[in-house]
Antibody, heavy 125, light 106 residues
Framework: EVQLLESGGGLVQPGGSLRLSCAAS????????MSWVRQAPGKGLEWVAT????????YYTDSVKGRFTIFRDNSEDTVYLQMSSLRAEDTAVYFC??????????????????WGQGTLLTVSS | DIQMTQSPSSLSASVGDRVTITCRAS??????LAWVQQKPGKGPKSLIY???TLQSGVPSRFSGSGSGTDFTLTISSLQPEDFATYYC?????????FGRGTKVEI
């Protein structure tokens, strides 16, 4: 059974930093790209970042470029999101998501076949 | 970026009803369209990908159709566990984008 378990959320002051983690199990982690998707309170879903399985390709949404870094440890089956220069508008639940069947993807973009339960980041003074 | 427009934004229905949600893309996305279900306080759950392919384990009362710019999610007979918010997602072009959601209420 695929499981994705996020952790690391919390309350951070504007301009601060935080690292989120997502521990994966139930599949061959290094074979799949992983993403972070966020949801601001009462709002819809917004893709944030994606990292490929093992060849280092990384993509970000424009609003987090230069502030967020996605990376992974395939020996620990964990993907991370290092966030810095945090802003109030980064406040959201952050979900970890596994990329779907590569045969049905389109280049760097794909659907997500499994999602975690999310971890809440609040940026406030 | 490709804009995804869902309608309606919310709907009220009863158990046993047939429910249809539509999603329109701002440009042709072929069949690179997914649907996810989200219940309050939970992470999303994948329902459909490639516009009409049911994710493993998803009940057959869910179905998807469409291609190009216009897509539909249909629940043939609404069950109590189906009351949730549904989002469409295009993955034809970077960045992948989501619709604003359709809340299905009792």
């Amino acid at each position: 059974e695929v499981q994705l378990l996020e952790s690391g959320g919390g309350l951070v002051q504007p301009g601060g930093s935080l690292r989120l983690s997502c521990a994966a199990s139930g599949f061959t982690f290094r074979h799949f790209a992983m993403s972070w998707v966020r949801q601001a309170p009462g709002k819809g879903l917004e893709w944030v970042a994606t990292i490929s399985g093992s060849d280092g390709r990384i993509y970000y949404t424009d609003s987090v470029k230069g502030r967020f870094t996605i990376f992974r440890d395939n020996s620990e089956d964990t993907v991370y999101l290092q966030m810095s220069s945090l802003r109030a508008e980064d406040t959201a639940v952050y979900f970890c998501a596994k990329r779907g069947d590569p045969n049905h993807c389109s280049g760097p973009t794909c659907y997500f076949d499994y999602w975690g339960q999310g971890t809440l980041l609040t940026v406030s003074s | 970026d490709i804009q995804m427009t869902q309608s309606p934004s919310s709907l009220s229905a009863s158990v046993g009803d047939r429910v249809t949600i539509t999603c329109r893309a701002s440009q042709d996305i072929n069949n690179y369209l997914a649907w996810v279900q989200q219940k309050p306080g939970k992470g999303p759950k994948s329902l459909i990908y490639a516009a009409s392919t049911l994710q493993s384990g998803v009940p057959s009362r869910f179905s998807g159709s469409g291609s190009g710019t216009d897509f539909t999610l249909t629940i043939s007979s609404l069950q109590p566990e189906d009351f949730a918010t549904y989002y469409c997602q295009q993955y034809h072009s970077h960045p992948q984008t989501f619709g604003r959601g359709t809340k299905v209420e009792i």
